[in-house]
Structure formats: C-alpha cells, structure tokens
C-alpha cells in the first residue's frame, strides 16, 4: 500500500536525520538519502491527502507575511551571573544551608544563541515560539521545522514542551560570510547575529540554506523525572539533541574544576559559548527555591572573563558613521583573541583617545566586549610611550575634507558635509534596507563599487541603473545583475510608509512612516498637508510636525520627489478606512482565534481606524481574546478592561 510505503519512508528518513544532525553519525550515504527523500516526495505529489505535519517533506519551508505575538504557556526566566568562584560558592552554600551538604548540581555549557520553546503533542512537533520578553514571543514555526536536529516526530508520543538554543556553527558562519563578500552582502558579525538572522527570515526557504542547529536543555511535562539530569538523558531518548559536554557535579568544587577546564578548552568547540549554567540537580529543591522576578533561585551562570591580551597599534584610521560621526580605530599587530584573529579595535571617540593616552606604536591591552567586539582597554606602560606623537582631534573630515562640528551634549565629533561620501553611502544602504524600500541583494559591498565607479550618487540614481552597469561591477554576472536590476524595479510599488521610511525625515521612524501613511494615503496629498493638520495627528507632536513640513518644502527635497516618480517609483494608494468603528481604539491580541489569524485580525483592526498593541495597559481599550489566552487575558480583567471573543469583534465590524 502507498500509506505503508510513505510511513515506512518518513520513519527511516527521521532516522537517517536524527544519526546525521543529532549523533553526528550518518549510517547511509548522502546518494542513498537523496533517493528516499525523493521517492517520499514524489509520493506525496501524487498522494496530497497522506502528507503529514511530521513528514521530512514538511521542512522546505514557506513565506510568511509577518511573525505573529505568541504568549508561552511557561515563562521563559533570565539567568543571574556569577563573574569568580566566591560568588558562586556563596550562591550554593546559601542552598546548602537549608537542604543540606554536597547538593548535586548540574553543568552545561551557555550557549552563545537564542532561546526557543518548542511544542509536542503526541510526540508531533506542533509550536515554535522565540523567548522574546519571556512572556510573549514570536511564532516562527516554519522556520524551525527547516532545521534538522529538531525532531519533527519524536521517538515517543510524549506531550512536552522544550526549551532549547539555537546556534550557527562557527565553520558554518565562516562559509555564510565568504558567500555574502562573493555576492556583495554584508558580512554577519558573529555567529549568534547570523543564526537570528537565519532564523528570522519571513521566506523559511532561506532559513532552511543556512546551516543552523539546536542544544535542547529544558523538559517541561507532566510526570518529568525526579532530577534534571535524568531530565536530560530523556530529552535525548526523545530524540533532541543535547550537548554532550553536560557534566553531573557532586559538589561546588567539580563545578569550579569544570569551568576552568572549559574557560580555554571552549575555543576549540565549532560553536561560541561564554560561560556555563549550573543548576541543582533534584527537581524538587528547584520548585521549593522558586524564582525571583526575573530568573531562578535554583541556577547561574558562572561567565568566563573576556579573554585579554596585548598586541600593537600599527595606526589609528578615522572613519565616516552613518550618522556622520567621525569615528577612530585601532590597527593592530593581527593577534588571536577568544577564538578569532583580531586587528582592528574600537577607540569610541577622541576623548576616549585621551583617557587611555593611545598612541601610534604603543603597546595595548585589548579584549572582546561581550566576546564580539574587539576594544582597547588601556595602554601597556613602555619606555617609547612618551616619545611617541599625541593623537589630535582632526580639523577636516577625513573622508571629505569637509567641516567638522560637535552636538549639544554629545563627545563625537561629526562631518557637517551633506555630501559626504561615507554619509551618501550610508543613505542609499538605509534606503535599500528591509525596513525601508527592501531591495533584496543590494548590500553594502555591492553600493560601494557603484558609487565609486560613479553609477550613482544618491538612492534616487539607483532606479536609473541598467543591466550593463551591474555587469561591469567585480564578480557580477548576468544571473546576479538580472537579480540586482529586478529587485530595484520591484521596489518602486513598495507601500508608501516604506518610502517614506526610506526618506530618512528628520524624527520619522517606520512607525511614525504609518501612521502618515494612514492619515493622507497618498505621497502627494501628505506633500500638501499643512502644519496645522500635521500637528493635529496623534502621535505627530510639534516637532516632528516642523520636521516633516519643512522636508515637503524644501526645494531639493521636492526635486527629488518629483525624479523619483518621473522614474517609476509610485506607491500604491493606501486603502481608505472602511469604517471610523473603532478609531481612537487600541486593541490587544492573546491567544488562538478560530475563524481569523493574527494578522487577518490587526488588518481588520487598521482598516476600521484602530491599532494594535503588544501588551495590555490602562490605555487599552479592549483585549480581543480567543482560546488559550494566557497572562495578557488576566492583566486585563485584574484592570477591568474590556474583554471581546472573536464573535464579539466580528458583530462589532458587522455593526
């Protein structure tokens, strides 16, 4: 039978995933998976009705318009810190002294990712939801069910919520950003800012290319066993993945002797850490222990200390921000530091300059802020310090030329030329952002060349360009020009508050973009508004009301609005409001409705004249709840604020 046949493909397909992502141990060769995987899928073609959430097809992924607000069942805590050993003992003696001597603990190491909770019911993964606040997060389920060393099916029909991290591979983030440089995207940061971004991908297509993994740590179920070592070892007879480097102490002192056998160890590991959590052991001493506001009584983080050491400074180069900053760097004798190669290092400002004394030539101290960014910490006293040149402030911005001038209770110096070529940069990077006009592929790398090679000038020469001029960019071929030239043109029906996102006004962010998007619908009926109208808006105050009308009247500005749309970019009329029902109305979204998603739910909202908001206050006009409302639900009746069931709302619309 075709059911049997499709059974017995996803059973050996999970098990073939679990040895290969989870035990590190493929038993079959990638030619012989692939021939299942496709057979699996060919039958599920022909078969829609016996695909299954469970099934290894059911990773490929989708694309969502947006990630919803999920409140957890289970609040996800922080961790206190412990940064020596006497804070830590003095932390287990504290529980010692009311459950006795010698408390096991348990130690694992802290992953440098993020958090998530997962949701099985009958052992079939049914939620995935970001730690976010710790109380609401967001549904990124798709997403996660495209990364491998999470069991779709687990090896018992359990019903269980897990928590657990998720981490790029330090091998894998080295790869991901040789192919950014190669395709003219940014570089990621380090390996954690790349596994979000990965992660947060609204196409979990591209989640799925990207090589991200999981360590499980956390059992919540019914029945769990007595210790949270056993815990553990149940996870993993689940079929999760769990670090193997977990270790059962006695004592405080096997704790201690862990930690420093990992505080080097650890940059050999092919994942970032910066620390170990430690946990008592038996579950019932951490139920009795509780937690604080903010995290448990019964765990800590012991952090290692940021690796330090001493190299040269070979020279200090003066940079452009996006801001205009001018901003100073380090250039060092390259030195390994906390598992990567480091030459270059932040010095903030010229008054940071001063305070550390640095000098071209001295010898530093340096480490990793939070095990990312290299910085200067102080100068090494040296015999050649006082023979070396004090660094000065420039007159002239370094970039430019141009004039140079402070802000009122700011230390940065800035370039006070509007055209600035770092400042030009910067502007056309922010405009083609996912938050402003979203032209996808168009990084900083590939901006660079065409501003050099003097294709463009400003954001608006971006809709000037032509394949040929892609073409003759640095490892540009015709697949990837085709690709830049398409994402450019598609840009130009992006909704009107991306634009004006894009338009960097003065004091106007992506929300504030909305909300005048909302109020005039169109570019040209928002060009007209008056300073009396604008200020009238709520969440419009008085100055960014100046701000926005002196933008529209500005002579360059209304040339340059005029070039854009004599080139195409046209944003689509805002939809008017179908009704003013719930204007002045904000509205508060929990749990699961039946007949609407979240989304249908806060579009109906806008469309109505009200918003939506996150959490529940005493500006809250009502909380549209639906099943398995959570923390949000009992905010609002502990406030006596209205609460609607989907029906409710709907009559409401209907009305």
Known sequence: MVLDR??????????????????????????????????LKELEAQNPLLITPDSPTQRLGSISEKFLPYTH?????????????????????????????????????????????????????TTGVTRGDGITGEEITTNLKTIKAIPLKLFEDANVEVRGEI???????????????????????????????????????????????????????????????????????????????????KNVQD???????????????????????????????????????RAPKWATAFKFPPEEITTKVKDIELGVGKTGAITPVAILEPVLLAGSTVSRASLHNFDEIKRLDV?????????????????????????????????????????????????????NLYCLNPHCSELMKAKIEFWASKDAMDIETLGPVIIEQLYDKKFISTPVDLYRLTMQ???????????SASNLYNAIQASKTRPLKRLLTALSIKNVGKETADILANEYGSLENLKNATIEELRNINGIGLVMADDIYD????????????ELKSLGVNPPPVEALKSNVLKGKTIVLTGTLKDLTRDEASEIIKSHGGKTSSSVSKNTSFVLAGENAGSKLEKAQKLNIPILTEEDFLEMIKE
């Not at 990621?188 to 993994?213: C, E, I, K, W, Y």
């Not at 001029?469 to 697949?479: A, N, R, S, T, Y």
């Not at 933008?551 to 005029?562: A, P, Q, R, T």
């Open 255 to 293: 704790a201690i002797d862990y930690c420093e056998y990992w505080k080097n160890k650890r940059f050999e590991l092919d994942y970032a850490t910066d620390g170990v959590v430690i946990k008592i052991n038996k579950i019932a001493i951490q139920e009795e222990l509780g937690y604080t506001a």
């Open 469 to 479: 001029d892609f073409m003759q960019l640095d490892l540009i071929k015709e697949k």
């Open 167 to 249: 981490y790029m591979p330090k091998s894998s983030f080295e790869k991901l950003n040789e192919e950014n440089l190669k395709n003219g995207e940014k570089p990621f940061a380090n390996p954690r800012n790349a596994a979000s971004g990965s992660l947060r991908q609204l196409d979990s297509s591209v989640t799925a290319q990207r090589d991200l993994s999981m360590f499980t740590y956390t059992l919540i179920t019914e029945n769990a066993p007595a210790t949270h070592y056993e815990s553990i070892m149940y996870l993993k007879k689940l079929g999760f993945k769990v670090n193997p480097n977990i270790k059962l102490c």
């Open 359 to 411: 000098r071209i030539g001295d010898t530093v101290l340096i480490k990793k802020a939070a095990e990312i960014i290299p910085k200067v910490i102080k100068v090494i006293d040296t015999p050649e310090h006082d023979t070396l040149p004090v660094v000065k402030p420039p007159k002239t911005c370094p970039v430019c030329g141009g004039k140079l001038g402070g802000k009122v209770g700011e230390v």
């Open 73 to 125: 069942k289970h609040r996800l805590y922080s961790l206190d810190n412990t940064y020596n050993y006497d804070d830590l003992i003095k932390w287990y003696e504290k529980i010692e002294k009311e459950y006795g001597k010698n408390l096991e603990l348990v130690c694992e190491l802290k992953i440098d990712g993020l958090a998530i909770a997962l949701s099985y019911e009958n052992g079939i993964f």
């Open 551 to 562: 933008f529209f009247h500005d002579e360059k500005n209304v040339i340059m609005l005029d």
């Open 6 to 39: 499709i059974n017995y493909l996803k059973e050996e397909i999970n098990k073939h995933n679990y040895n290969y992502y989870v035990n590190d141990n493929p038993t079959i060769s990638d030619f012989e998976y692939d021939k299942l995987f496709a057979e």
